[in-house]
């Protein structure tokens, strides 16, 4: 361990991931405002402080000139952060095009309609082409700003490519990947042209992690039916080389939800909210505007529910709070509209002339009023149709400390497997059995709630975020010295 100030110095850490924590926007020829990003993968990182860190990334923005780029490079590393610059039309085809229409459909079993099907097929291999020179962009960048010693740590799978890229460069880079999404399983990652290419580059890598025993699962039986290598205990072995494959459930950063409660400006909202539903039972969805968060699901059980329980029309709010992602992309233009429509046609069925029964906003709510939000919900619905964790949950957990409220959740997110004791279980797809949940939730004694939430509390704040990348580094340095001593051996 090196030392600085008379004590140990921390990791230092190169974490690479498509999307910086912080978001671009021009505000001149050499001024930039900066937001932060929206997305489970920036919130777990952000909770993240036990390493010297730095953040490599794309600012979400085209800046096609040096000032722009001198400019935006500045800016950015007063917040650790390093840009990796993406031009136009590597953006439409590796991140819209290979990533969000090709991967993410994919990994999330969800098929694109027929007539895209067909164009993907047709436009698959420039696609992939632009991913993989995205990816040699991004490890460009990584190895500009490596120190002998450093910790990399790959993230999703807009970089599947980049643990190979990294490797060449330099084989004794200590190189971890993390999937922030479910892996399929091995007969649909088969389906995929790249199959092949993808898992040897990921594998290049000394640790890939997982949120989900399942996942990990999935991805060693891909490496052995595709690759044919020999899955172990540990991992994937190739040729006498060991990749240690393992779960690491992620978590939140608990502690800051919990404080912020308390906070006088949350206070501030939560009391706004409090009057301005007074009366009626809020609850509550929180996503990105994804096709995987089954939001359009949701607010069908939620109109079953008013169908068959009339005695609850004027009793109940649903807030659908739903920030818009990755608009370029058809298929998420399209699912706007269809939500819209649902809306509209549910209010003008169920509403009066002074109260709506859905407050679907399109936009993202700052953490103070997040917070406030998740405080006075009743009931949280998470109906994802495959999520690779959720932490909405989390959060609606962590925020929940005195009302006790009910979390409803997809039986298809992985953190069923972590707070599916405490919370609901729902098949999202099957309305009628939300629709009854939603019922269970509103009627629930307080007894059961308290019970429930405790359980959800506990694993809330015992597994976090800092929790989580302490052990995957610890786990990925072990690794290395495994591996070293078997050479030696
Ligand atoms: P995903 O990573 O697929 O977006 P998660 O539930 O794991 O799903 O993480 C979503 C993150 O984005 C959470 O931290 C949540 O607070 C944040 N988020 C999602 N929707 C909104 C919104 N409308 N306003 C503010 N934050 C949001
Ligand atoms: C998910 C992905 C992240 C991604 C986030 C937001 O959480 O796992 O990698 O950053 O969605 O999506 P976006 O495309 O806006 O980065």
Redesign the pocket.
Known sequence: CQWQDGRPAKQRLLVVANRLPVSATRKGEDSWQLEMS???????LLGVKEFDARWIGWAGVNVPDDVGQRALTKALAEKRCIPVFLDEEIVHQYYNGYCNNILWPLFHYLSLPQEDRLATTRSFQSQFDAYKRANQMFADVVNQHYEEGDVVWCHDYHLMFLPKCLKEYNSKMKVGWFL??PFPSSEIHRTLPSRSELLRSVIAADLVGFHTYDYARHFVSACTRILGLEGTPEGVEDQGKLTRVAAFP?G?DSERFVRAIDLPLVQEHMKELKQRFAGRKVMLG???L?M??GIPQKILAFEKFLEENPQWRDKVVLLQ???P?RTDVPEYQKLTSQVHEIVGRINGRFGTLTAVPIHH?D?????H??CALYAVTDVAL?T?LR?????????FVACQASKKGVLILSEFAGAAQSLGAGAILVNPWNITDVAASIKYALDMPSDEREKRHQHNFKHVTTHTSQEWAATFVSELNDTIVEAQLRTRQ
Do not use: Q
């Open positions: 929206v997305g489970g993968l920036v919130t777990a922030h999404t992620i939140i929180v996503d990105r994804d995987i968060k709070i739903a920030v992602t906003l936009r993202s709510l700052d953490f009023a997040l998470v994802s999520d690779g964790m959720n932490l909405v949950s989390y959060e």
